[in-house]
């Protein structure tokens, strides 16, 4: 029986990184789709690397980009696969507003390009479509939590976007009898997250605030709620959406939201500090007031913990307006109940399983990191 056979978009990113080596292990041969870059940009996905003469590869990948429909279409007619994950995206919100136009093209007809794609080369029948939409297409929230048939209301040229992008995969469905389904992905993360993203960004920050390598971090809106959920667990619904025998469309979220704020304050407890934040607005701040001895020294280390004591009553983090979006989605929190009816799927990390694998992660990449930098000696003091 020959094994079935994936073409991800963005397979280098977080998503893409997790789905790829889920899939392999599933027996599927895996093709990704990678933009040229004069830089390495496949370190989530290095592991899974085959060298080109293998000729059992079950890794392939090919350089292409969403703006391209040329590109795009000879990659599909060579591949010939089963499923198409789409994940490819310009996908941080705030930089959508200083590249609205490049944003549009890939991230809204770049979907287009790739139903396209798929209907050209006759492939309806054998080819089904993940569409990556996201909870942004919310924003101006019309109802709590949101579900499926909740209105979208976008707010950043990213959501408008990924606005176009669902509306047109769920027209090629209707029109041509695709099996393309959106899933309604609402925030996820992992140690894998880009580290301009709010959440790598915080705990980052955490790690090397607690390593006396970094004084403080700016943040933007610390009031802003979202619904975090574990990359690990969302990218196995994306796979559960293309084995339904019907295309449809699924909202992914854990149904739990938390403030930004909040989350800087679960991130700097697994490490044995309290912060506590004072003041509002732009003059908000975050402090510490006390840190537990042994958790800092069980997950930072016992070394670190005499410089960072002296820090106690000292701000970490600032706010800062520039990181203010022009229009602001305030609270995100998703329905999951067809997802969990249909799909057979639940979320099986919550919010303080992730935060700790995510800041325990950073800590070792940072220690790694200075490691190397000051000649595999020490890591030097931030304060010394």
Same mark, same amino acid.
């Given at each position: 029986?020959?094994?079935?056979?994936?073409?991800?978009?963005?397979?280098?990113?977080?998503?893409?990184?997790?789905?790829?080596?889920?899939?392999?292990?599933?027996?599927?041969?895996?093709?990704?789709?990678?933009?040229?870059?004069?830089?390495?940009?496949?370190?989530?996905? $290095?592991?899974?690397?085959?060298?080109?003469? $293998?000729?059992?590869?079950?890794?392939?990948?090919?350089?292409?980009?969403?703006? $391209?429909?040329?590109?795009?279409?000879?990659?599909?007619?060579? !591949?010939?696969?089963?499923?198409?994950?789409?994940?490819?995206?310009?996908?941080? !919100?705030? !930089?959508?507003?200083? @590249?609205?136009?490049?944003?549009?093209?890939?991230?809204?007809?770049? @979907?287009?390009?790739?139903?396209?794609?798929?209907?050209?080369?006759?492939?309806?029948?054998?080819?089904?479509?993940?569409?990556?939409?996201?909870?942004?297409?919310?924003?101006?929230?019309?109802?709590?939590?949101?579900?499926?048939?909740?209105?979208?209301?976008?707010?950043?040229?990213?959501?408008?976007?990924?606005?176009?992008?669902?509306?047109?995969?769920?027209?090629?469905?209707?029109?041509?009898?695709?099996?393309?389904?959106?899933?309604?992905?609402?925030?996820?993360?992992?140690?894998?997250?880009?580290?301009?993203?709010?959440?790598?960004?915080?705990?980052?920050?955490?790690?090397?605030?607690?390593?006396?390598?970094?004084?403080?971090?700016?943040?933007?809106?610390?009031?802003?709620?979202?619904?975090?959920?574990?990359?690990?667990?969302?990218?196995?619904?994306?796979?559960?959406?293309?084995?339904?025998?019907?295309?449809?469309?699924?909202?992914?979220?854990?149904?739990?939201?938390?403030?930004?704020?909040?989350?800087?304050?679960?991130?700097?407890?697994?490490?044995?500090?309290?912060?506590?934040?004072?003041?509002?607005?732009?003059?908000?701040?975050?402090?510490?007031?006390?840190?537990?001895?042994?958790?800092?020294?069980?997950?930072?280390?016992?070394?670190?913990?005499?410089?960072?004591?002296?820090?106690?009553?000292?701000?970490?983090?600032?706010?800062?307006?520039?990181?203010?979006?022009?229009?602001?989605?305030?609270?995100?929190?998703?329905?999951?109940?067809?997802?969990?009816?249909?799909?057979?799927?639940?979320?099986?990390?919550?919010?303080?399983?992730?935060?700790?694998?995510?800041?325990?992660?950073?800590?070792?990449?940072?220690?790694?990191?200075?490691?190397?930098?000051?000649?595999?000696?020490?890591?030097?003091?931030?304060?010394?």
């Amino acid at each position: 029986m020959s094994k079935k056979v994936a073409l991800i978009t963005g397979v280098t990113g977080q998503d893409g990184a997790y789905l790829a080596e889920y899939l392999i292990k599933k027996g599927y041969i895996v093709h990704g789709l990678k933009r040229r870059s004069s830089l390495f940009n496949t370190d989530r996905i $290095d592991h899974l690397y085959q060298d080109p003469h $293998d000729e059992n590869r079950n890794m392939i990948l090919h350089y292409g980009d969403m703006t $391209d429909s040329m590109n795009l279409t000879r990659i599909i007619g060579d !591949v010939q696969p089963d499923e198409i994950y789409n994940l490819a995206a310009m996908s941080h !919100v705030k !930089v959508s507003f200083d @590249t609205p136009e490049y944003t549009a093209n890939a991230d809204g007809i770049g @979907t287009l390009r790739v139903l396209e794609a798929v209907r050209l080369l006759n492939l309806t029948q054998k080819t089904r479509i993940y569409q990556a939409s996201t909870s942004e297409l919310y924003g101006l929230v019309q109802e709590i939590p949101q579900k499926e048939t909740t209105p979208f209301y976008p707010r950043s040229p990213y959501a408008v976007a990924k606005l176009y992008a669902y509306w047109i995969t769920v027209n090629y469905r209707e029109a041509y009898g695709m099996h393309a389904s959106n899933g309604i992905l609402f925030n996820h993360e992992s140690p894998l997250r880009g580290e301009t993203f709010v959440t790598r960004k915080v705990t980052r920050a955490v790690a090397r605030i607690a390593l006396n390598l970094q004084e403080k971090v700016y943040m933007g809106n610390l009031s802003s709620k979202r619904d975090w959920g574990h990359a690990k667990d969302y990218i196995k619904a994306m796979y559960l959406i293309l084995q339904q025998d019907e295309p449809d469309d699924y909202v992914i979220s854990t149904g739990v939201t938390t403030t930004i704020r909040d989350f800087i304050k679960m991130s700097f407890s697994e490490v044995g500090v309290e912060v506590e934040f004072r003041g509002s607005d732009e003059k908000e701040e975050g402090y510490i007031v006390s840190v537990n001895d042994e958790v800092f020294a069980k997950t930072v280390g016992e070394a670190h913990l005499p410089a960072f004591k002296k820090r106690i009553g000292n701000v970490v983090v600032g706010v800062d307006p520039a990181y203010f979006r022009p229009t602001e989605v305030d609270i995100l929190i998703g329905d999951n109940t067809k997802a969990r009816t249909k799909l057979g799927w639940e979320p099986t990390y919550d919010l303080k399983a992730l935060c700790q694998d995510m800041v325990l992660h950073d800590i070792e990449v940072m220690k790694r990191e200075e490691f190397l930098k000051n000649g595999g000696y020490r890591i030097m003091n931030y304060f010394e």
